[in-house]
């Protein structure tokens, strides 16, 4: 093959369009064995590869469609793929072949023809193709049924009206229940990319085809396994029983070789989960899925980074799933920059009281490294461990107090930034390390370091000696500052005054601030901040103490955990972009339809508290009726004063226990692609779970800030009772 393919290679020169005309014509004078036809449709598809306009030459090409030799049929066929939609007005003349080929007696060529054909989206064409279509996918040979099966989506693509007019949603149903792996595995997959259409069919499982996709899994290629397996999404347990059953099936996948494999299983793993009742067997199949994600680590740069943000989605909803592991995510000295950052974050999520030590004896050594962002993202780490892990915050300001005397610029600037939120987390405990914060005072020149040294100096100004004399030093270049340091120094200026409301230095400062605040600015904000401040100064400074200097809440970084309907949205799509960018499909991809857990008997309660709904914005004008035997047929078009949520759509989905039988229903667009939403693991129901109103609002960017490195303020009361959801 390696010779044939160097032989080939000469192919690749740019010809010109008279050249090869020439050649094709006289080519059939004299070439029996078909050679010469074989070598210019080389140069041809060749000079296709390399973008070069070849569609003069489509009606010389289309006369070799009649070759009996499979390769120039090929090559042809490639030809037309290429060029037959740009030809509507010459394209009728390969009809005749086409329809030719699909009754030939070769199953190689049956199949190719109806490829191409599918591949052409023009209603001549796509007309012939529609009677050829429905034989083929009947047709005797398993290859050219599964060809067909694919097929059937690229039609949908093209006309989805017609598509289902024309029973072909029908016929991919009864794949479905094929003998041949291959051919169930393809008709999957077409019904689940028609399904993914938002304004395609609602495909769903019963209990009955769910067995018997899963019966086909053993004997489906890998990719057909990753289809196989994530179509078993669209099944809704109905019992804890079903989900428990398909799970013990499903979780013998997680020893497979292909990574893609491992990933899909772990995502239905994930779902079915949520069905479950037995808590022990969630926690069996949590230690199941922790080896096979470990291993994904030792794979390629790529792969690795891939695993990594999905394991990042999979520890904050089972963190018991790789809690053992931390080990698995120190970084290595040859790791790319993005592996690293990925990892630092994995690394502060499974930190616990258990492990800390070892965790921040790691982050020590990462602040030594000669990368900025990766030495930052550590300093930073070291501030949110002893945030999180109380038994181990003197170890990490001891760090801290290390890493400042090192006097490097960025790693002083991130040591202030992180120790502004210690002192919110422990009041009153750390205090004694400010004397070190203020000699590097000359060090900070970025805005969130100079805006967290200055929230210190103010709020700690009556135990600085000298603190109006710093926050002169620093109010110097007031009006060039960002709005955020602007703001730190307006509240930083007025705590000192009402700290040192008799210093004649004091007044003049808070006085010179509030002017510039109130008359120089153009930022609203600041300026609406300066007039409030210099209004309650005047009015009444003791109600100004009580606002200025009221306790702030506590803080902790579990709050950057990601809004838990989301997160288990998030899930649904384990293994795809959609987990590396940390966003769901349908806001990154046109036409694309959302997922989201489905309500039934056997959902859990905390999932079903923070159950997503999302509706189909782009629906069919009317409602289109499938026959078959299980539909309701719907017996009048929606009225424009429905709400949208009530028009029909065709779907494939769960019919009753007593006709297990049926694929094909008609439901509201209330339960439209799993248009129900989802919640935390099933055994986390002790905790009070919050349903949110956006549940994107926790989402951030794609691919910035793996960490979020600003602690929230609790959101009322501990979440002491989600035991199972945390690491503490």
Same mark, same amino acid.
């Given at each position: 093959?390696?010779?044939?393919?160097?032989?080939?290679?000469?192919?690749f020169?740019?010809?010109?369009?008279?050249?090869?005309?020439?050649?094709?014509?006289?080519?059939?004078?004299?070439?029996?064995?078909?050679?010469?036809?074989?070598?210019?449709?080389?140069?041809?598809?060749a000079?296709?590869?390399?973008?070069?306009?070849?569609?003069?030459?489509?009606?010389?090409?289309?006369?070799?469609?009649?070759?009996?030799?499979?390769?120039?049929?090929?090559?042809?066929?490639?030809?037309?793929?290429?060029?037959? %939609?740009?030809?509507?007005?010459?394209?009728?003349?390969?009809?005749?072949?086409?329809?030719?080929d699909?009754?030939?007696?070769?199953?190689?060529?049956?199949?190719?023809?109806?490829r191409?054909?599918?591949?052409?989206?023009?209603?001549?064409?796509?007309?012939?193709?529609?009677?050829?279509?429905?034989?083929?996918?009947?047709?005797?040979?398993?290859?050219?049924?599964k060809?067909?099966?694919?097929?059937?989506?690229?039609?949908?693509?093209?006309?989805?009206?017609?598509?289902?007019?024309?029973?072909?949603?029908?016929?991919l149903?009864?794949?479905?229940?094929?003998?041949?792996?291959?051919?169930?595995?393809?008709?999957?997959a077409?019904?689940?990319?028609?399904?993914?259409?938002?304004?395609?069919?609602?495909f769903?499982?019963?209990?009955?085809?769910?067995?018997?996709?899963?019966s086909a899994?053993?004997?489906?290629?890998?990719?057909?396994?990753?289809?196989?397996l994530?179509?078993?999404?669209?099944?809704?347990?109905?019992?804890?029983?079903?989900?428990?059953?398909?799970?013990? %099936?499903?979780?013998?996948?997680?020893?497979?070789?292909?990574?893609?494999?491992?990933l899909?299983?772990?995502?239905?793993?994930?779902?079915?989960?949520?069905?479950m009742?037995? %808590?022990?067997?969630?926690?069996?199949?949590?230690?199941?899925m922790?080896?096979?994600?470990?291993?994904?680590?030792?794979?390629g740069?790529?792969?690795?980074?891939?695993?990594?943000?999905n394991?990042?989605?999979i520890?904050?909803?089972?963190p018991?799933?790789?809690?053992?592991?931390?080990?698995?995510?120190?970084?290595?000295?040859?790791?790319?920059?993005?592996v690293?950052?990925?990892?630092?974050?994995?690394?502060?999520?499974?930190?616990?009281?258990? $492990?800390?030590?070892?965790?921040?004896?790691?982050?020590?050594?990462?602040?030594s490294?000669?990368?900025?962002?990766?030495v930052?993202?550590a300093?930073?780490?070291?501030?949110?461990?002893?945030?999180?892990?109380?038994p181990?915050?003197?170890?990490?300001i001891?760090?801290?107090?290390?890493l400042?005397?090192?006097?490097?610029?960025?790693?002083?600037q991130?040591?202030?930034?992180?120790?502004?939120?210690?002192?919110r987390?422990?009041?009153?405990?750390?205090?004694?390390?400010?004397p070190?914060?203020?000699?590097?005072l000359?060090?900070?020149?970025?805005?969130?370091?100079?805006?967290?040294?200055?929230?210190?100096l103010?709020?700690?100004?009556?135990?600085?000696?000298?603190?109006?004399?710093?926050?002169?030093?620093?109010?110097?270049?007031?009006?060039?500052?960002?709005?955020?340091?602007q703001?730190a120094?307006?509240?930083?200026?007025?705590?000192l005054?009402?700290?040192?409301?008799?210093?004649?230095?004091?007044?003049a400062?808070?006085?010179?601030?509030?002017?510039?605040?109130?008359e120089?600015?153009?930022?609203?904000?600041?300026?609406?901040?300066?007039?409030?401040?210099?209004?309650?100064?005047?009015m009444?400074?003791?109600?100004?103490?009580?606002?200025?200097?009221?306790?702030?809440?506590?803080?902790?970084?579990?709050?950057?955990?990601?809004?838990?309907?989301?997160?288990?949205?998030?899930?649904l799509?384990?293994?795809?972009?959609g987990?590396?960018?940390?966003?769901?499909?349908?806001?990154?991809?046109? $036409?694309?339809?959302? %997922?989201?857990?489905?309500d039934?008997?056997?959902?859990?309660?905390?999932?079903r508290?923070?159950?997503?709904?999302?509706?189909?914005?782009?629906?069919?004008?009317?409602?289109?009726?499938?026959?078959?035997?299980?539909?309701?047929?719907?017996?009048?078009?929606?009225?424009?004063?429905?709400?949208?949520?009530?028009?029909?759509?065709?779907?494939?989905?769960?019919?009753s226990?007593?006709?297990?039988?049926?694929?094909?229903?008609?439901?509201?667009?209330?339960g439209?692609?799993?248009?129900?939403?989802?919640?935390?693991?099933?055994?986390?129901?002790d905790?009070?779970?919050?349903?949110?109103?956006?549940?994107?609002?926790?989402l951030?960017?794609?691919?910035?800030?793996?960490?979020?490195?600003?602690?929230?303020?609790?959101a009322?009361?501990?979440?002491?009772?989600?035991?199972?959801?945390?690491l503490?």
């Amino acid at each position: 093959m390696s010779t044939q393919q160097g032989q080939d290679a000469k192919f690749f020169q740019r010809g010109k369009i008279e050249e090869f005309r020439a050649e094709l014509q006289a080519a059939e004078a004299k070439d029996k064995k078909f050679q010469k036809r074989k070598t210019v449709l080389k140069k041809i598809v060749a000079n296709i590869t390399m973008g070069n306009d070849m569609s003069p030459l489509f009606h010389d090409v289309i006369q070799c469609i009649g070759t009996p030799l499979l390769e120039i049929k090929k090559m042809v066929y490639l030809f037309l793929v290429s060029y037959g %939609r740009s030809k509507p007005d010459q394209i009728h003349l390969v009809i005749p072949s086409f329809l030719q080929d699909c009754n030939d007696r070769n199953p190689l060529i049956r199949a190719l023809a109806i490829r191409t054909m599918s591949y052409i989206p023009i209603p001549v064409v796509t007309e012939a193709l529609t009677d050829q279509l429905r034989h083929c996918l009947k047709d005797r040979d398993p290859y050219v049924r599964k060809t067909a099966a694919i097929c059937v989506a690229k039609v949908y693509t093209a006309d989805p009206r017609k598509a289902e007019r024309k029973g072909f949603v029908e016929l991919l149903r009864d794949m479905l229940i094929d003998e041949n792996a291959t051919v169930v595995s393809n008709a999957v997959a077409a019904l689940s990319e028609i399904g993914d259409r938002q304004d395609g069919v609602i495909f769903k499982l019963n209990l009955t085809i769910a067995n018997k996709l899963l019966s086909a899994l053993g004997e489906s290629s890998e990719w057909g396994q990753i289809y196989i397996l994530d179509s078993l999404l669209r099944y809704v347990p109905e019992q804890h029983a079903d989900a428990e059953m398909m799970a013990e %099936r499903v979780i013998v996948q997680l020893q497979h070789a292909n990574s893609a494999v491992v990933l899909t299983t772990i995502k239905v793993l994930l779902y079915l989960m949520n069905y479950m009742g037995d %808590r022990r067997l969630i926690d069996y199949i949590c230690r199941k899925m922790g080896p096979p994600l470990v291993t994904l680590i030792s794979s390629g740069p790529e792969v690795q980074y891939v695993a990594l943000r999905n394991i990042l989605l999979i520890i904050q909803r089972r963190p018991t799933v790789l809690k053992n592991d931390v080990k698995a995510f120190f970084c290595k000295y040859n790791d790319p920059i993005y592996v690293k950052l990925a990892k630092l974050e994995i690394m502060y999520r499974l930190a616990r009281e258990e $492990n800390a030590r070892e965790v921040l004896a790691e982050l020590e050594e990462y602040a030594s490294e000669v990368d900025v962002d990766f030495v930052r993202k550590a300093v930073r780490s070291i501030g949110r461990l002893a945030i999180k892990v109380e038994p181990a915050a003197d170890k990490c300001i001891e760090s801290l107090l290390k890493l400042i005397e090192t006097k490097v610029t960025y790693v002083v600037q991130e040591a202030v930034i992180v120790t502004k939120d210690i002192f919110r987390r422990y009041p009153g405990k750390y205090e004694g390390i400010i004397p070190k914060i203020c000699e590097n005072l000359d060090a900070l020149d970025e805005p969130e370091a100079k805006a967290a040294m200055v929230w210190i100096l103010g709020q700690f100004a009556d135990k600085i000696d000298n603190a109006e004399e710093l926050l002169d030093d620093l109010v110097y270049s007031f009006l060039d500052e960002p709005a955020e340091v602007q703001l730190a120094h307006l509240t930083a200026v007025v705590k000192l005054f009402i700290y040192k409301s008799q210093s004649e230095v004091t007044k003049a400062l808070v006085h010179k601030v509030l002017k510039w605040a109130t008359e120089d600015i153009d930022n609203p904000d600041l300026r609406d901040r300066g007039f409030m401040y210099w209004r309650m100064l005047a009015m009444n400074p003791a109600v100004a103490a009580e606002i200025v200097l009221a306790e702030k809440p506590a803080i902790t970084t579990d709050s950057d955990r990601m809004d838990r309907g989301a997160l288990d949205q998030l899930l649904l799509h384990t293994g795809t972009l959609g987990s590396i960018y940390h966003k769901n499909p349908e806001t990154f991809i046109r $036409n694309a339809a959302g %997922r989201a857990l489905i309500d039934s008997p056997a959902l859990n309660a905390n999932s079903r508290a923070v159950l997503v709904s999302l509706a189909r914005p782009q629906l069919p004008p009317m409602a289109i009726s499938v026959s078959g035997p299980g539909p309701v047929e719907p017996t009048r078009p929606p009225q424009p004063s429905e709400a949208t949520n009530n028009v029909p759509l065709p779907t494939i989905m769960e019919s009753s226990r007593s006709d297990e039988r049926d694929l094909l229903d008609v439901e509201g667009d209330d339960g439209a692609g799993g248009d129900s939403g989802e919640g935390y693991p099933e055994g986390d129901d002790d905790g009070p779970v919050t349903k949110a109103a956006d549940p994107y609002a926790s989402l951030g960017g794609a691919f910035g800030g793996y960490v979020t490195d600003v602690p929230q303020p609790v959101a009322g009361g501990s979440r002491g009772g989600d035991l199972d959801d945390l690491l503490l």
